[in-house]
């Protein structure tokens, strides 16, 4: 059973064998190689990526606007009193006409036009 084992192979079968063989653990070291460049290079690349920009302060906060002014009526002037010329009160002068008719009396009155 175990015959086949102790067979001679001719060197050249053995040399392709060997060198298939050589070949896949080179593509597996290189693979393992490139996989763990590129994990260091993601790696790398997300450890010194640069930091975004912070926004403005005004975009995101608006300054509160200005505090509107309070509203103090401004008191009118005093006003000086009107003084007014009067003159002194006397009684009104009266014309009496009497006229022929007993029923008809004419009457004047003048300055002031009280009574």
């Given amino acids: 059973m175990t015959d ?3 067979a001679p192979v001719a060197e050249e ?15 597996r070291r290189r693979a393992r190689q490139t996989g763990a460049a590129a994990i260091a290079v993601a790696a790398l690349t997300l450890a010194f990526w640069p930091a975004p920009a912070p926004l403005e302060t005004l975009t995101l906060n608006a300054p509160k606007p ?10 009118p002037k005093p006003k000086p009193p009107i003084i007014t010329a009067q003159a002194p009160s006397r009684p009104a002068e009266r014309i009496t006409i ?6 008809v009396v004419i009457v004047l009155v003048g300055d002031g036009g009280q009574e």
């Fill in 4 to 6: 086949w084992m102790n």
């Fill in 66 to 75: 200005p505090a509107a002014p309070a509203w103090n009526p401004i008191s």
């Fill in 13 to 27: 079968t053995a040399a392709r064998v060997r060198g298939g063989v050589l070949t896949r653990i080179r593509r």
């Fill in 98 to 103: 009497y006229t022929s008719d007993p029923d």
